[in-house]
C-alpha cells in the first residue's frame, strides 16, 4: 500500500513564500511521476506542477513557473514546491500524486493522492 503524506502549507500574506513536502509512505510503482495539484473551494482540481521519472518538467503555466518551483528526491521518495511570491489566487488545498506513465495534467491518470495540505493567503 502507498500513502502520500504532504506537508507545509498554512496561513501567509501576499508576497510571502512556502515550501510544501511530500513523502511517499511504501512502495511506489516503478519510473513514477510526481506532481502537485490544488482545489479551491467550488472550484475544480487544477495541475501545478510535475516533475517525470527521467527529470521532465511540467509546469501549469509560465505565471506559476515564474514563482514556483518542483524538485524530486528520489532517494527519499520526495516532491517538494517551492512557493515564492504568494497570491490570495493561489488559495487551496495543495495535494500531491503519483502517477506512472508519461507525466500529464490530468487527475485522472494519477494512481496515487495525498490528502492535502491547506495553503491560504491573505491579501
Known amino acids: 500500500q502507498v500513502q502520500l503524506v504532504e506537508s507545509g502549507g498554512g496561513l501567509v500574506q501576499t508576497g510571502d513564500s512556502l515550501r510544501l513536502s511530500c513523502g511517499v509512505v511504501?512502495?511506489?510503482?516503478?519510473?513514477?511521476?510526481m506532481s502537485w495539484f490544488r482545489q479551491a473551494p467550488g472550484k475544480e482540481r487544477e495541475f501545478v506542477a510535475g516533475?517525470?521519472?527521467?527529470?521532465?518538467?511540467?509546469y501549469r503555466n509560465d505565471v506559476v513557473k515564474g514563482r514556483f518551483t518542483i524538485s524530486r528526491n528520489d532517494a527519499k521518495n520526495t516532491v517538494t514546491l517551492q512557493m515564492n511570491n504568494l497570491k490570495p489566487e493561489d488559495t487551496a488545498v495543495y495535494h500531491c500524486?503519483?502517477?506512472?506513465?508519461?507525466?500529464?495534467?490530468?487527475?485522472?491518470?494519477?494512481?496515487?493522492w495525498g490528502q492535502g495540505t491547506q495553503v491560504t493567503v491573505s491579501s
Open positions: 500524486a503519483v502517477g506512472t506513465g508519461a507525466l500529464t495534467q490530468t487527475p485522472r491518470d494519477y494512481v496515487y
Open positions: 511504501g512502495r511506489p510503482p516503478s519510473a513514477y511521476g
Open positions: 516533475m517525470g521519472w527521467g527529470g521532465t518538467l511540467m
